[in-house]
T-cell receptor, first 113, second 110 residues
Framework: EAGVAQSPRYKIIEKRQSVAFWCNPI?????LYWYQQILGQGPKLLIQ????????DSQLPKDRFSAERLKGVDSTLKIQPAKLEDSAVYLC???????????FGAGSRLTVL | QQQVKQSPQSLIVQKGGISIINCAYE??????FPWYQQFPGKGPALLIA?????SEKKEGRFTISFNKSAKQFSLHIMDSQPGDSATYFC?????????FGQGTRLTINP
């Protein structure tokens, strides 16, 4: 079984620039998550999708972050404009509906200068 | 109420020793308590998990101890090996949400 694919693995941008991250979940996993992991901290949920609908985006900074999951498969997370404090690893995870077990991708490391 | 508090932040154990990481939670709606292991440059991977209807679960060298009344649970790694050096996250979930602890960086000295 192929894992959760994420790209790019690394991105360095200047503050106020924009960036987008892409995620392809495990085939058949209807639930997709984006987590933000700041260095030295645990992952924090940004947004959760069930198919192409949003289940929870309560911790997504909606003034600068957006995410979509068209067709209920791939997902894109965008940050515009980026701030210094957005430097983090952005983890995508997927699971079967209602399942507690999440499978994570390797993450996309963002550095904002 | 959604927080999970994890300690210690970092831990150094000699090879062959026992590594113990502790977590505490407040929300009694949590019904699933997984531990994730994360190596540098990788995403977290599920290591072992427990539900609150049992007090202990063992898988190989890894054991979760669960104290429902105290709202605490811990991970024990027996006969710790250098390959166990990683960051460990406890977590707690309801059917709707998974919340992670802050993480413990474990180093096993050879």
């Amino acid at each position: 079984e192929a894992g959760v694919a994420q790209s790019p693995r690394y991105k360095i941008i200047e503050k106020r620039q924009s960036v987008a991250f892409w995620c392809n979940p495990i085939s058949g996993h209807a639930t997709l998550y984006w987590y933000q992991q700041i260095l030295g901290q645990g992952p924090k949920l940004l947004i959760q999708f069930q198919n192409n609908g949003v289940v929870d985006d309560s911790q997504l900074p909606k003034d600068r972050f957006s995410a979509e999951r068209l067709k209920g498969v791939d997902s894109t997370l965008k940050i515009q404009p980026a701030k210094l404090e957005d430097s983090a690893v952005y983890l995508c995870a997927s699971s079967l509906p209602g399942a507690n077990v999440l499978t994570f991708g390797a993450g996309s490391r963002l550095t904002v200068l | 109420q959604q927080q999970v508090k994890q300690s210690p932040q970092s831990l150094i154990v000699q090879k062959g020793g026992i590594s113990i990481i502790n977590c505490a939670y407040e929300n009694t709606a949590f019904d699933y308590f997984p531990w994730y292991q994360q190596f540098p440059g990788k995403g977290p991977a599920l290591l072992i998990a427990i539900r609150p209807d049992v007090s202990e679960k063992k898988e190989g060298r890894f054991t979760i101890s669960f104290n429902k009344s105290a709202k605490q649970f811990s991970l024990h790694i027996m006969d710790s090996q250098p390959g166990d050096s990683a960051t460990y996250f406890c977590a707690a979930s309801t059917p709707q949400k998974l919340v992670f602890g802050q993480g413990t960086r474990l180093t096993i000295n050879p």
